[in-house]
Nanobody, 114 residues
Framework: QVQLVESGGGLVQAGGSLRLSCAAS????????MGWYRQAPGKQRELVAL???????NYADSVKGRFTISRDGAKNAVYLQMNSLKPDDTGVYYC????????WGQGTQVTVSS
């Protein structure tokens, strides 16, 4: 089994920054990609950012230029640096890892006040 544990969420004012972390543990041979998704109240879960094992990245248009995803392959970890946060960034952020299938973390709340 694989477990993903996120940390780093919280309450921040608009314009502020937060850094999310996610570490994968368990029976892991290799991770194909890791990413962050978010779900705002009343909305569907959406991709925020993704990074592959080769370092290729993909971002939602709404976060380009403000968020940066990175990973530490040795630690099976992924990070999301979020700058210039906006109230629309509020939601539960979920870590995702593509191994033999998709695994999800429990989610961490990010709240951006105006």
């Amino acid at each position: 089994q694989v477990q993903l544990v996120e940390s780093g969420g919280g309450l921040v004012q608009a314009g502020g920054s937060l850094r999310l972390s996610c570490a994968a543990s368990g029976s892991i041979l290799s991770i194909n990609a890791m990413g962050w998704y978010r779900q705002a109240p009343g909305k569907q879960r959406e991709l925020v950012a993704l990074i592959t094992s080769h370092g290729s990245t993909n971002y939602a248009d709404s976060v380009k230029g403000r968020f940066t995803i990175s990973r530490d392959g040795a630690k099976n970890a992924v990070y999301l640096q979020m700058n210039s946060l906006k109230p629309d960034d509020t939601g539960v952020y979920y870590c995702n890892a593509l191994i033999d299938r998709a695994y999800w973390g429990q989610g961490t709340q990010v709240t951006v006040s105006s």
